[in-house]
Structures are given as structure tokens and as C-alpha cells.
């Protein structure tokens, strides 16, 4: 109903002239819908099994009524807004013929509204009488200041994991199990099983990945797949190969049999690690068991975690496997995770709330999840809440965890943390119901698609909505009602649902009536008439379900979310009359003529405001795509065979998302001067310099990703202009087709451009010289002061001073840069620079070797450096000390080397590599370590030999990509 009310407000403006009366019965359907959805907010926030059931049936009734109304006025908006064309001026009669048929038409409309209004305000009395209407009251305010994720969050996880397994006992139990630190005899060269059980909550999932990322570098293939409940098998046979590295091409046509063939074959002769996450019944392990041979005598391992003992059991079929029972958390672990996040000290409780936060971990039954949420639930806005809310908390918890009624009481205790979220939040959250198990969900699709079904709402004038959704994303993070999953920079970009926080949102959405769910599995909630939200997942590829229109009618449904395999049961998009949000990302439309037809259809879905079409594989976008006059985002990402966009694309004015990478998309001249609400433009291609310049009228925009074609001076002059008007910019990638040789553009961005103060990441993949850069820093520091990614792929030549200057820029945490010219023999990364640093890639090529300080790189995860094996031995550093031994302290993920060894002889080249590896194998972290060495070193070559081979003119940049 929120967003439904704005829109009543809309058709008071003159714009719409309404009869008096309608105006009328609008503003009172606006005054009753208001004071309505305050008294739904107020029974929202007493838990559903709580409520009066009168109160029930009046809720349901009104929120129904809401949808109908929004329906009358969404089709009065969209008529009204097709029937105003611009003016055709061929000729004077038809410009009058058009304007009489339109004021025909509006006529017509305006009649419709009048008597569908009249009939909304009719059920609205009755409704209002049933329930003496409206007699509760208090609405929750929306946030209007940025909210950021809670910093102690990832130290939090990273506790949470520690305390189920990183360094603690139970790790040392699973190893123990797993028998991987005991002797080398022959019993442990057979294939060995584990069993992880326990309840829902206690971290098994955590335990085993911790364990997974901890082991697998000992082993020659590796993979982790999660099942849930009601797998597809041969999914989950077709994820196992794909995770182990076989090539997925050929295995969608194979059946489970030959699936599991093909995994024999493959590890054959394979010491692998493999963990099936989260099974749930013995029949399906005995199909997967079948998939892994006895016979495989190399020390490898199968792990499976489960919530059911039965299944747990039936892993184990010879004395080499073993079960490992969860426990929940000790008392002073669960109290270390509880204070730390509340507190932001594991011993900083004050003594007021000592007792009470006893009681409450005692509730909570050792179990992390409940913990974590509790606790976050607890320290709400980072203030902690006042302890008479902690007793009325307490209260609520009923006898706590056990597990006998493990799931009844999770429920019970995240309950207390949906409730005490804001109206406006749990929308969002029960949201998340349409994502499958276990989904990685992308944050910024995400958002988007809350900001088309109308969940986040304006605040300050001018306030992106998008910006707006970021905050309520980062609030259910903080609230640790979602899970964060963190990029290789430490920054959250997805997030992922707890399976008992599913289990949540998805009752409650049941009982809502939020969400319909179609899964083939017999569960779906389908068979109404008022279906408004639609998720279509078909998780059994097998399973052929009824079309779709079949089933229920699709005249109401405003948004529809399809998973693959599901598309196929998708129905003719022309039976939906009000879809808003419609998503197909990665469903394979492109291969399926009946499903391109139906693409066709789009362009009847007036009211869409969210088009995913991502990963997709469509050849092209249909021309009617311009009808859509509402649409906001249009996500075309993924589609490397989309090569242009049709002209019809300059009537969506109200677009504010576009995203066509990393294809490459010509506009035709005059379309982006028209996406004036456009926020995100990625993946254009800018032939001419006109195009350029009509970016200049895109004011809002916050991200831009171009590449430009056959530049010129006069195109490079319009370009920097046009750049000089966006204020707004945080990210920027600039690339160029074909690559150009020209440092001219980079000049000229250094002379007349400022970076504006947003801007947190610059891509160039043109020819640049860091004079640029070295200008940008030295003219206003502060422009850059919230820079945190930096990636320049042909930069001339980078010497010491630029190294020492970059490092000053105290938000930054990627850098990338490729020296095509390099000079300077010896590069410093030193120890006061790079504070921030997470991620460092630095190529001089052949002609430099780069040496850390004790101490660089203090925060760094993962770095890619570059050593001319010739260079280091021409310049006295024979032994290559590069200064990594003990150094590098917080490198976990990866080290990447890249050996340029040309002019070296071969025993050069291999002493360069044993030096390096020797250094980085001692690193307490054991981070991955990658080698490359160009040219490569031949097979059975003499360590007199030169490294004459031809040289390989990939750069490391394409070298990575490729592996």
C-alpha cells in the first residue's frame, strides 16, 4: 500500500484534470488509504499467530483492496501517458485529427477511472464498517541518512566462523576425522567419508567451508556443492563436475546415469575433495554415494553435512568414514560471539545487562545463528537498546533451543528480529523468498528490483532511489537477517538467506499471501485467482508441469521472478495486464525460437518497470521494447551476441538503469540525450563525436561504462565536456575499440577534468601516462579521498615517485596497473604507503623486478606482481630476494608471479622460481600460489639453455583471465 498512495496524490495534479467529483472520491480514498495503512503497519508488528482473527481477515481485505486500487490507477497513468505523443507535424489535419481522437480517448478513460473509483470507495466503506475502522495507529519512519554496513560485521563472521571450526577444536576434530595429519599409511589412502551432523543454526555449512578452504589446495580437484531440499540429482551431478573443473558444454543433454559415468571417468585417477552441503534424505545419497568408487586408493575425501541423523548414518558404509556430531557453542564461546557484537568487546558487558544476556544465550542454546541475530537485533543503529527492551525480548523466547524443537523456537526467535525491523524492511526481506536455497543473490539487482515493485520510497528531493534501497540492503546485513557475501576487495556485493531465516520469510509470505511460489515439487501456492507476485523455479528438470495458464490467472500478477529451468512453463507474456517486474536472468531464451516469440509480447507489458534479460543469450532486443514508457531498469548484461540497441529505446524516459556490458552497443544519435533519468549507463560503444556529446545531458549519471571507436581530437574535446557536466560520477571505465596508441584523451582528462568527489573507481584501458593522475593528486588530494579501485591496463611507464604517490590515497583497496615502457630496473612498494590496500597488481614487464619493504602491503588478501628474471640477475640480486619471506602478513587468498625470463638462461629462470616459491610456501596463511613464465620454460630443456622460445605478447592481465 505504500507505494500505491503517492500514486492517488499523482492523479490530484492538474496534469490528469479530473471531474470535480472524482477528484473528490480520490482525495478521499487517499485520506482513508492512509490512515488504513498506518493501522496495517500497527498489526504488522504483532507476530501473525498473535493476532485476533478478525483482525486477519480485515488486514487481508484491505491489502487486497490496495492492489485492485493500485491496478485502476496504474492503467489510468499508462493510458494517460501513451495517449500524450509528441505532435506529428506532416501536416495540420492530421495533427488535429490525433488531438481529437486523444481527447476522445481521455474522455473515455477519465469515465473509466470515475467508475472504478466509485466502486473501490464502496468496498472500502463496507470493509471500514466490518472493523470500526481504523482504530489503531503509528507509522515507522523511513531513514534518509546513508547507512553503512556495520564495520564489525566482517570481523563478526569471521569470529563466528572461528569459534565452529577455523582454529578451534572442532576444526582439529574434523582433521582428525579426515585423517589428513596422521601418518602416511595405506588406510588412509582409501577414500575416506565424513559425516557432518547437526540441527539448523549450529554452522555446519561454516565448519565444512572453513575446512574446505583450509585443505584443498592438498588435494588435485576440488568442489563444494549445496543440495537443499528437493534437488534435482542430475543438477547436482552436473555442479559437481562443473566445480571440479570439467567443461559443461556436453553435460546438459547426459541422463543421471551417464552423469554419473562421466564422474567416474574423470576422477579416475584424481586425489579430489568433495562436499555435498546440506543433504536431506537417504535416498538421494545413495544416488550420490553412486557417483564416488570405492576403488579410488589416492587419499581422497567426501564430506556431506546434514540435519538429519538417518542420513548421516547411511554415509557411513565401511570403518574408514566417520560421523561428526555439531554441538552447539559453549557457554563462554556463545558469550565471546554475543558480547562482540553487541558490545564491540567480547568482555565489555556492563553489569545492568550481565543476567539478562545470560538468559538470553540460554534461550539461545549455544547456536550461532541465533547469536549473531539476537545480538544484532540487540545493538540495533550500532546503539545498544535499552535493557527493559532486552527483558521484554527475554520474555518472548519461550524455553529456548533444544533439539527436539530446534525449528519451532529458531522461528520463534528470529521472529522477535523480523518484527522489531521497520514496515518498510520486512517488505524487503519476505521479498527474498523468490530466490531458490542457497541463491548467491546480487546486491545491486537486488535493489533494483525493490525500487521497481515500489518497496523503497522517496526521501530528500533528488535522492537516488537506488542509493535509498542501498541503505535498507545494508540495514538487513546489520541486522544480520541476510548474510553478506564479500568480494576479493572485502566489500559486500551479494548476499545469501540462512536456510532457517528461508524457512521464515517464506511462512510468513505464505501466510501474506506475498509471494506465490512454483517449484515442481508439489509445494507450490498456486491456484488463486489473486496471485500479485510470482516465483517459477522447477527445480526438477524432469518434472513437466501444466502450462502455466493453466493453473492460475495471470491478469493480477505484477511481478515474476523465473529461475531456469522454469522458463519453459512461462506463459504468452500478452496474458499479463499489469506486470511491473519481469526477470529471465539466465534463462537460455536465446537457443528457443517459441521462447523468442514470446520475447516479442514484451512490448504489450506497458506497466514494467524492471526487465531482467541477463545472461539470456538473445541476438537482439525487440523493437517494442519501446512501449514501455515506464520502464526504469533493463538489465541486458551477459548477451555477448547483442551488438545494437533499437532506436525505440529514446522513449523510455524514465530509465535509470541500462546495462548492455560487456557487450559493446551503438545508440543511434539523439537516444541518450533523451535517458535523462538515467543513473547506470554500462556497455556503450561512442563512434562519433555527436554521441559524446549527448552524454553531457545525462546529469543523474553515477556509473558510466564506455568505449569509444576511431578517436579524434575534436571526439576526445566533446568527451572530456561531456564528462565535465556529470557530478555525479562514482565509477568510470573508459576503453577504446580498437585499442588505441593515442595518450591524447588521458592528457586532456588530466588537464580539464577534476574528478568529482564521489568517485570510488576509475577504469582505463587507454593509453596513459601517470602524469595525469600525478596532476589530478597534487592539484586537490580530497577529490580522490573516497578513490578505492584503480585499474590502468597500458600505462607508459611507472617510476618510484608514482608508486610512493599512489600509495597516499588512504581509501584505496584494488590496484591494477600494466607498464608497456618500463625504465626504471627497480620499483619500492614500501611500508608507509598502501594502508588500505586489499587487492595489488602491478606488470613492469621484463625490464623491472618489484621488492617489498618489511612491513608493505599490511592489509593485502591477494597480490600480482611481475619479475624480469634478467634485470634481477644484471642487477645483482642473484639470490631474487624480492623481500616476501615473512612478509605480506595478512596474504591469504593468492599470490600470482608472472617470470618474464627472456635474455635468462634456463637454470636462471627455475632458481628465480625456486626462490620465490620457497618464500611464499613458508607464509603462515598458505595462500594459492600461481606461476606463469614467458616464454615458457620447454620440457626437458638444459639449465645452460636460453630462454629463447618465442615470447608470448599476452599480458598477465589476459593471462589471468584465461586460467
Not at 188 to 207: A, D, E, H, Q
Not at 454 to 469: A, D, K, R, Y
Not at 591 to 608: A, F, Y
Not at 718 to 724: A, I, R
Amino acid at each position: 500500500m505504500g507505494s500505491l498512495i503517492p500514486k492517488l496524490g499523482e492523479l490530484l495534479v492538474d496534469e490528469y484534470n479530473l471531474h470535480k467529483r472524482v477528484r473528490k472520491d480520490v482525495e478521499f480514498l487517499q485520506k482513508e488509504l492512509a490512515s488504513m495503512h498506518a493501522a496495517l503497519i500497527k498489526v504488522g508488528e504483532v507476530p501473525r499467530d498473535q493476532l485476533d482473527r478478525q483482525v486477519k481477515v480485515w488486514a487481508d481485505e484491505v491489502r487486497e483492496l490496495s492492489y485492485n486500487m493500485e491496478d485502476v490507477v496504474d492503467k489510468f497513468l499508462v493510458r494517460v501517458e501513451g495517449i500524450q505523443q509528441p505532435h506529428d507535424n506532416t501536416g495540420r489535419f492530421k495533427e488535429l485529427k490525433s488531438k481529437m481522437l486523444g481527447l476522445f480517448k481521455i474522455g473515455k478513460n477519465h469515465h473509466r477511472i470515475a467508475d472504478a473509483i466509485k466502486e473501490i470507495k464502496v468496498q472500502l466503506q463496507e470493509v471500514a464498517a466490518r472493523r470500526d475502522r481504523n482504530k489503531l495507529d503509528g507509522v515507522a519512519s523511513n531513514p534518509t541518512e546513508a547507512v553503512a554496513i556495520d564495520p564489525r560485521l566482517r570481523a563478526l563472521y569471521a569470529e563466528a566462523t572461528e569459534l565452529v571450526g577455523i582454529y578451534g577444536k572442532r576444526d582439529q576434530d574434523l582433521m582428525r576425522l579426515l585423517s589428513l595429519e596422521t601418518d602416511d599409511d595405506a588406510s588412509n589412502k582409501r577414500l575416506k567419508k565424513v559425516s557432518i551432523v547437526g540441527f539448523g543454526g549450529l554452522g555446519k555449512t561454516t565448519l565444512a567451508r572453513a575446512v574446505y578452504h583450509k585443505i584443498k589446495g592438498d588435494f588435485d580437484c576440488w568442489a563444494f556443492v549445496p543440495v537443499g531440499r528437493n534437488p534435482d540429482i542430475k543438477k547436482v551431478f552436473r555442479d559437481v563436475l562443473i566445480d571440479l573443473g570439467k567443461s559443461h558444454s556436453d553435460l546438459v543433454i547426459l541422463d543421471a546415469n551417464q552423469l554419473i559415468k562421466k564422474l567416474h571417468e574423470f576422477l579416475e585417477n584424481k586425489r579430489y575433495l568433495v562436499i555435498i552441503d546440506d543433504v536431506w534424505d537417504e535416498k538421494l545419497w545413495s544416488y550420490i554415494n553412486l557417483a564416488f568408487s570405492n576403488s579410488n586408493n589416492l587419499g581422497s575425501r567426501l564430506i556431506t553435512t546434514t540435519r538429519n541423523f538417518d542420513v548421516s548414518k547411511s554415509c557411513w558404509s565401511s570403518a574408514d568414514d566417520s560421523i561428526y556430531h555439531m554441538k552447539p557453542l559453549s557457554t563462554d564461546d556463545s558469550s565471546r560471539l554475543f558480547y562482540k557484537r553487541v558490545f564491540a568487546d567480547e568482555n565489555g558487558c556492563p553489569n545492568e545487562f550481565e543476567q539478562v544476556s545470560k538468559d538470553i544465550l540460554k534461550k539461545c542454546g549455544g547456536v550461532p545463528l541465533a547469536i549473531i541475530t539476537i545480538a544484532s537485533a540487540l545493538a540495533s543503529g550500532q546503539e545498544v537498546k535499552p535493557k527493559t527492551e532486552w527483558d521484554i525480548l527475554l520474555q518472548s523466547l519461550a524455553s529456548g533451543l533444544t533439539e527436539d524443537n530446534s525449528l519451532e523456537e529458531m522461528r520463534r526467535i528470529l521472529s522477535f528480529s523480523y518484527y522489531d525491523l521497520p514496515y518498510h524492511l520486512r517488505t524487503c526481506l519476505l521479498y527474498l523468498c523468490i530466490y531458490p536455497e542457497d541463491s548467491e543473490i546480487d546486491r545491486d539487482r537486488l535493489i533494483w528490483k525493490w525500487v521497481a515493485e515500489g518497496f523503497v520510497h522517496h526521501g530528500n528531493q533528488g535522492t537516488s532511489l537506488f542509493l535509498l534501497g542501498l541503505n535498507y540492503f545494508n540495514q538487513l546485513i546489520n541486522r544480520s537477517m541476510i548474510q553478506p557475501i564479500y568480494d576479493h576487495l572485502g566489500q559486500v556485493h551479494a548476499c545469501r538467506v540462512h536456510d532457517i531465516v528461508l524457512d521464515l520469510i517464506c511462512y510468513l509470505s505464505h501466510e501474506a499471501k506475498f509471494v506465490n511460489l512454483l517449484d515442481g515439487t508439489g509445494n507450490s501456492m498456486s491456484s488463486q485467482s489473486n496471485v500479485r507476485r510470482l516465483s517459477l523455479q522447477n527445480r526438477n528438470e524432469d518434472h513437466q508441469e501444466k502450462p502455466l495458464i493453466d493453473i492460475l490467472s495471470t491478469s493480477r500478477v505484477r511481478s515474476m521472478t523465473i529461475f531456469p529451468p522454469a522458463v519453459i512453463i512461462m506463459p504468452s507474456l500478452s496474458k499479463f495486464e499489469v506486470l511491473c517486474v519481469l526477470d529471465l536472468s539466465k534463462c537460455n531464451i536465446g537457443e528457443s525460437s517459441i521462447l523468442q516469440l514470446n520475447l516479442k509480447d514484451v512490448g504489450h507489458l506497458i506497466h514494467l518497470r524492471y526487465l531482467g534479460l541477463a545472461d539470456t543469450n538473445i541476438t537482439e532486443v525487440p523493437a517494442e521494447i519501446g512501449n514501455l514508457r515506464f520502464l526504469e531498469v533493463l538489465d541486458l548484461g551477459d548477451n555477448y551476441q547483442l551488438d545494437e540497441l533499437p532506436s525505440t529505446i529514446c522513449n523510455l524516459r524514465r530509465l535509470i538503469y541500462l546495462n548492455v556490458s560487456p557487450s559493446k552497443v551503438v545508440p543511434t544519435p539523439g537516444v541518450l540525450q533523451n535517458l535523462a533519468s538515467i543513473e547506470v549507463l554500462r556497455g556503450i560503444l561512442v563512434p562519433l563525436n555527436i554521441i559524446a556529446q549527448e552524454l553531457g545531458n545525462l546529469a543523474r549519471l553515477r556509473e558510466l561504462e564506455i568505449c569509444y571507436k576511431d578517436g579524434s581530437m575534436d571526439f576526445y574535446e566533446g568527451f572530456v565536456k561531456s564528462l565535465c557536466n556529470l557530478h555525479h560520477i562514482e565509477s568510470l571505465c573508459i576503453d577504446s575499440n580498437p585499442r588505441e596508441t593515442s595518450l591524447e584523451l588521458m592528457d586532456l582528462l588530466g588537464e580539464r577534468w577534476v574528478p568529482p568527489v564521489h568517485l570510488r573507481k576509475f577504469v582505463s584501458y587507454m593509453p596513459t601516462q601517470l602524469s595525469a593522475l600525478r596532476g589530478w593528486i597534487k592539484r586537490d588530494l580530497s577529490h580522490l579521498s573516497n578513490l578505492s579501485e584503480l585499474i590502468l591496463v597500458l600505462v607508459k611507464e611507472v617510476q618510484q615517485e608514482d608508486m610512493e604517490i599512489i600509495g597516499g590515497l588512504l581509501s584505496l583497496r584494488r590496484l591494477w596497473i600494466e607498464s608497456t615502457h618500463q625504465t626504471q630496473r627497480v620499483l619500492v612498494i614500501g611500508a608507509d604507503g598502501f594502508r588500505c590496500m586489499v587487492s595489488f597488481a602491478l606488470d613492469c614487464g621484463s625490464m623491472a623486478q618489484i621488492v617489498f619493504e618489511p612491513g608493505a602491503l599490511l592489509r593485502a588478501e591477494s597480490v600480482v606482481f611481475t619479475l624480469g628474471v634478467q634485470v634481477a640477475k644484471e642487477d645483482g640480486n642473484s639470490c631474487f630476494d624480492l623481500g616476501l619471506q615473512g612478509n605480506l602478513l595478512s596474504l591469504w587468498r593468492r599470490v600470482t608471479v608472472f617470470f618474464y625470463c627472456g635474455g635468462a638462461k634456463v637454470g636462471e629462470a627455475r632458481a628465480a622460481q625456486a626462490a620465490v616459491r620457497h618464500a611464499l610456501t613458508t607464509h603462515p596463511n598458505h595462500p594459492e600460489i600461481i606461476f606463469f613464465a614467458n616464454p615458457r620454460i620447454a620440457e626437458g630443456a638444459n639449465d645452460d639453455d636460453l630462454c629463447e622460445d618465442e615470447m608470448d605478447d599476452k599480458s598477465l592481465y589476459q593471462c589471468l583471465v584465461e586460467n
